[in-house]
């Protein structure tokens, strides 16, 4: 049925399957919501966000956008759940389209009970189960603006799923709050009329219920925002980076932070600039770091070398997607792994460090700090797309669990005492503490060629052998310092499982899914992915018949990278890879296990 | 004293005019009284990318190319030091070029100084950006910095020296990082600088130069005016040296001081979790 402007009040739209039926408590719920960019999903999503951590939930939630402004399809998704999930649900409940293509796009993602409601203003839902208002008629009609569609949608959704109306409409006073008194009038009144039209039809009203939970206290964050405030707080000072999708937002809340701790931000000119500017920074004692994407990493490559053999200690993010060239900008890959394990020409070592939610982003970068700092050599913070820019609800951040240590930074004072003074001195262990320029009564020579212990450029074979041996030595006499793995699961699992970054979310749903079907599982969440962590690899890999390494690429670039360090494990290891650009629900690895179960049981 | 790292032996051919460019930086850290450890000069690569290892300040080698960035991070991170940078044309103008038209735009407060010898020494006399059509079969039209330099709207200090008047040079020098800490910005100084092995230019460059302040309707703060007289000199076949442009305004128009005010930028400002702990609880209470 079509609809026009001048239909007010309007009828709703609804097919023959949406009628009414008994409300179904959903103790986890999943909401797309669809359209082109600029129809305001984003908005709807935080919205429903907002309500359902007000009920104690845990909250997970992740966007589609195309690489474009305006325009184009763009969707998002909410989930919410008496449980913490970091992961996007197999299956939606509920589609709210602002197109047909919302529909079609949305369709595999959605349950064979999921209702579509939809905007009938300007097309009829091909989908068996759909309810339609024509909100932006409605909008434009009572409020002059059709803009207010979302938001009339987003009542609906509350009549849907039997919203406190009180608190739903408190969500709208704290979104919108800061926007001025119109743009708040105009949004409550939208919520008004979506739950108005809502509620004249039976089958729409709490058709579902939600839980209470205990989910309280907790922040919503990103892991880019996360990251960012780590850097902060471990005494990050100066930023310096390239817009890249989807590592960009590292760099704008930087520019927000830093500036209020004598920090600096600049955007480079390109990745080359960016890599080299925070190189230049860190050698005079300020803790750096850049953040960029694939393509961004590629041109770094060149600098991370310099900084691993000048021994300049630098923090580089780098927030994998599709590669390699452009790929797919907004979508999710953990590719970056092989070319980082053997990044660049030459030898030089380095640390490549990976947190498995946004929580374990703050502290890890923390800890990256440090290291960087201490073993003088470029660490990676080894990111996702989907760990990067999905939000979930973690812990607050806790200030007593933050230490900034400074071992290696020469005081004046300290220099004062010494007799000389090396930058490149033979030790055996960590370097030595450093002097950064500047500091009074010494000078340093600072240099990608190979040196000699003064920084003065040497071609002396004995020296070069030495050299290699102080510099490589890290990876060894590091070791102990490495973050260590997280661990999940029931000890006595025969299985394992071992990933890293954003698919922790996925892997530990899908084994409570396993364990439901009396197939017991452990999680080894890998933290130091470089060098190889054997002895923390080694007893988990003894400890299970099988392992499966789970990752989001072609090749299986961690367990390759586990089978060149560890041989003699080659026969237990599985792969468990997604490379479509959207990141794991819980089945597609909780399926591949179980078939692997029945399988031996045959 | 602390032992700490001391110039090495110089490794440049008898003659070249890279020596000339050592002598006067050298001559102006000493009358601007600039304690070593404050100040320090970036290198790029090529033969007179070695520089940095011949003076007896800190010293950064620095990749090929990306000197400027470097040297731009190390002033942003800490503006109390005195910061030079100094390489080639064809580590400034070829791989660098990126990097060196930035520099101009961004206008943090260092000193560039290209030692221009439309050569690449190094690698044995390859034709560089600036290399005259036919050398070595070069069929590219040279590159100009001083032009380009020029038509940038930023109030940057923009000279040419030569290493046959190296008194011209020291005062040059002098200047310039005075116009650094002054915090007014960014000084870029090219440095016409002989290669004596693969293009020994010493004759037909004394033979051209021509000092640009002595010329009729010399006015470093137009940039209008510096531009039509610097083509004119040049299409007369004749090489200007001098300062072309000396912005008028001793605003704090330098990066650093427009970013960090009186601030004390990233690597003196306090880390430590204690020193900070009001702010950081303030930040984190921002995230709900």
Request: with cysteine; aromatic share 8%.
């Amino acid at each position: 049925m079509s609809t026009s402007a001048s239909q007010v009040p309007a009828q709703p739209t609804e097919s023959e399957s949406a009628q009414r039926r008994p409300p179904k408590e959903l103790a986890d719920v999943s909401v797309i919501v669809g359209g082109q960019g600029g129809d305001g999903t984003l908005t709807v999503v935080d919205l429903l966000g907002r309500y359902f951590r007000k009920r104690g939930l845990y909250v997970y939630t992740s966007r589609n956008t195309l690489s474009r402004i305006r325009g184009g399809h763009a969707d998002a998704n909410v989930r919410a759940c008496r449980d913490p999930r970091a992961a996007i649900k197999a299956k939606a409940d509920l589609l709210l389209a602002f197109d047909q293509e919302a529909i079609d796009v949305a369709r595999p993602e959605l349950d064979a009970d999921a209702l579509v409601l939809y905007d009938s203003t300007s097309f009829k839902a091909d989908f068996p189960n759909a309810l339609g208002f024509p909100f932006a008629t409605l909008a434009g009609g009572q409020l002059g603006q059709p803009i207010y569609k979302n938001t009339a949608a987003y009542g609906a959704i509350t009549v849907l799923m039997g919203f406190d109306d009180v608190v739903a409409r408190q969500v709208i006073e704290e979104r919108f709050k800061r926007r001025g008194a119109e743009a708040l009038d105009k949004n409550l009144k939208a919520l008004e009329i979506g739950r108005r039209v809502a509620l004249e039809v039976p089958s729409a009203v709490n058709r579902w219920t939600l839980p209470e939970g205990d989910a309280h206290g907790l922040i919503l964050t990103t892991g880019n925002q996360a990251t960012a405030l780590g850097f902060v707080v471990g005494g990050g000072r100066f930023f310096a980076g390239y817009p890249i999708t989807p590592a960009t937002e590292i760099m704008e809340y930087l520019m927000r932070y830093l500036p209020n701790y004598h920090g600096v931000v600049r955007q480079g000119e390109d990745e080359l600039a960016s890599i080299n500017m925070v190189i230049g920074a860190a050698t005079t004692g300020a803790r750096a770091m850049t953040s960029t994407s694939g393509p961004g990493l590629s041109l770094m490559t060149e600098g991370i070398g310099h900084a691993g053999t000048a021994e300049v200690g630098v923090l580089i993010a780098d927030c994998q997607r599709v590669g390699p060239s452009t790929g797919q900008p907004t979508r999710h890959e953990q590719s970056d792994l092989a070319h980082l394990a053997h990044l660049g020409h030459g030898e030089f070592p380095k640390f490549i460090l990976s947190p498995g939610s946004a929580e374990d982003c703050f502290y890890l970068t923390v800890d990256a700090l440090n290291l960087a700092e201490k073993w003088r050599l470029p660490v990676i913070l080894l990111l996702d797309q989907a760990l990067c820019q999905n939000a979930s609800t973690v812990a607050a951040f806790d200030l007593s669990r933050v230490k900034v240590e400074r071992p290696s930074v020469l005081t004046p004072d300290q220099v004062a005492k010494l007799d000389a003074y090396k930058q490149y001195a033979f030790t055996s262990h960590a370097p030595a503490p450093f002097a950064p320029l500047g500091t009074p009564g010494v000078t340093s020579q600072i240099t990608g060629n190979e040196h000699d212990e003064w920084g003065h450029v040497s071609v002396n074979p004995v020296n070069r052998h030495k050299m290699m041996e102080q510099r490589m030595g890290k990876l060894l006499w590091a070791r102990d310092e490495l973050p260590r793995p997280h661990y999940f699961g029931r000890k006595e699992a025969r299985l394992g499982l071992i990933g890293y970054g954003s698919t922790s979310g996925p892997i530990l749903e899908a084994m409570d899914l396993l364990d439901t079907e009396g197939i017991a599982t452990k999680y080894l969440q890998a933290r130091t992915l470089f060098p190889v962590q054997q002895e923390t690899l080694g007893p988990f890999l003894d400890s299970v018949d099988l392992a499966f390494i789970v990752e989001h690429n072609y090749t299986g670039q961690l367990a390759r990278l586990v089978r060149e360090e560890m041989p003699q494990y080659h026969s237990k290891l599985r792969s468990v890879l997604k490379y479509d650009g959207y990141s794991f629900r819980a089945p597609d690895i909780a399926g591949p296990i179980r078939e692997a179960v029945h399988g031996s049981k045959r | 004293m602390v032992q700490s790292a001391k110039p090495t032996a110089n490794t440049w051919c008898p003659g070249c005019g890279d020596f000339g460019v050592l002598a006067a930086a050298k001559k102006a850290l000493l009358d601007l009284k600039i304690p070593p450890h404050e100040a320090v000069l970036v290198g790029g690569i090529g033969c007179s990318g070695g520089i940095h290892n011949f003076i007896d300040i800190n010293g950064v080698h620095a990749l090929h190319g990306r000197l400027l960035a470097q040297a731009i991070g190390l002033k942003l991170a800490n503006p109390q030091l005195t910061v030079l940078a100094a390489g080639g044309d064809g580590d400034g103008y070829a791989i660098g070029m990126g990097h060196f038209m930035h520099a101009f735009k961004k206008n943090a407060s260092i000193l560039y100084i290209v030692m221009n010898n439309e050569t690449y020494g190094l690698t044995k006399g390859q034709p560089s950006p600036t290399s005259q059509i036919g050398f070595e079969g070069n069929i590219e039209a040279p590159f100009d910095a001083i032009l380009s330099a020029l038509s940038i709207p930023a109030p940057n200090f923009i000279a040419r020296t030569f290493s046959g008047d190296p008194k011209t040079m020291t005062a040059v020098l002098e200047e310039a990082i005075r116009f650094n800490h002054e915090r007014r910005g960014f000084a870029f100084v090219e440095d016409l600088s002989p290669c004596v092995t693969y293009n020994d230019t010493y004759k037909l460059w004394r033979e051209k130069v021509v000092d640009v302040s002595k010329l009729p309707g010399y006015d470093p703060t137009d940039r209008k005016s510096m531009f039509r007289l610097y083509l004119e000199t040049t299409e007369a076949g004749k090489i200007p040296i001098g300062v072309f442009h000396r912005p008028a305004e001793v605003a704090r128009a330098g990066l650093e001081a427009k970013l960090l005010g009186e601030n004390v930028g990233p690597a003196r400002s306090e880390i430590s979790v204690e020193s900070n702990l009001a702010a950081y609880q303030k930040l984190l209470a921002g995230v709900a």
